[in-house]
């Protein structure tokens, strides 16, 4: 700086590059950041989510749903009924990585209660119903969750008529979940 106070072009120059420098070393951080929290920088790439939960013979049990399953179930729905109509009726891939994730345990409560749902029962539910014929896993294993959910869904709506064993299978739920 002058004596008249001035600070000398030169100077100036160097002091915002300094500034600037900074500012795009924070920007760029912060960037970095976001692409690293939206590329999934886990030790699991290509996992959407996973799970753990204790059943109900007190066995710890642990759920992983992939990008790939995920993708096999949307393109065969899109196939079948197209995206469009899944998303009117609000079916999305949250959804989906829900059903997945929640499948086991649906099953599990299910199976205990006297409530299974088999692979030709999906089929056959979604044939009648949707006019197509799932095949692959992981879309029977959608399903299957769907169905299972919607009954449990509906005895929690009307408890004065799922009587005891459906009170208790709804425990049973909450219990593992």
């Given at each position: 700086m002058s004596p008249s106070g001035v600070v000398p072009f030169q100077e100036q120059t160097v002091t915002r590059s300094l500034a600037a420098r900074t500012r795009v070393l924070a920007?760029?951080?912060?960037l970095l950041l976001a692409v690293g929290a939206l590329a999934g920088c886990s030790d699991h790439p290509g996992q959407v989510a996973?799970?753990?939960?204790t059943g109900l013979d007190g066995a710890r049990h642990s759920v992983v749903v992939s990008e790939k399953d995920?993708?096999?179930v949307v393109k065969e729905l899109d196939s079948s009924l197209g995206w469009e109509n899944l998303v009117r009726q609000g079916v999305n891939r949250s959804q989906i990585v829900n059903g997945l994730l929640r499948a086991?345990?649906?099953v599990e409560v299910g199976q205990a209660h006297g409530l299974t749902v088999t692979d030709a029962q999906v089929v056959q539910t979604v044939k009648e119903r949707l006019g197509f014929e799932p095949r692959k896993p992981e879309t029977l294993t959608y399903l299957r969750a769907t169905v299972l959910s919607g009954h449990f869904q509906q005895l929690s709506q009307h408890p004065e008529q799922a009587g005891q064993q459906g009170?208790?299978?709804l425990a049973d739920l909450d219990k593992v979940r």
């Amino acid at each position: 700086m002058s004596p008249s106070g001035v600070v000398p072009f030169q100077e100036q120059t160097v002091t915002r590059s300094l500034a600037a420098r900074t500012r795009v070393l924070a920007a760029s951080a912060a960037l970095l950041l976001a692409v690293g929290a939206l590329a999934g920088c886990s030790d699991h790439p290509g996992q959407v989510a996973d799970m753990h939960y204790t059943g109900l013979d007190g066995a710890r049990h642990s759920v992983v749903v992939s990008e790939k399953d995920v993708d096999v179930v949307v393109k065969e729905l899109d196939s079948s009924l197209g995206w469009e109509n899944l998303v009117r009726q609000g079916v999305n891939r949250s959804q989906i990585v829900n059903g997945l994730l929640r499948a086991p345990m649906l099953v599990e409560v299910g199976q205990a209660h006297g409530l299974t749902v088999t692979d030709a029962q999906v089929v056959q539910t979604v044939k009648e119903r949707l006019g197509f014929e799932p095949r692959k896993p992981e879309t029977l294993t959608y399903l299957r969750a769907t169905v299972l959910s919607g009954h449990f869904q509906q005895l929690s709506q009307h408890p004065e008529q799922a009587g005891q064993q459906g009170k208790v299978a709804l425990a049973d739920l909450d219990k593992v979940r």
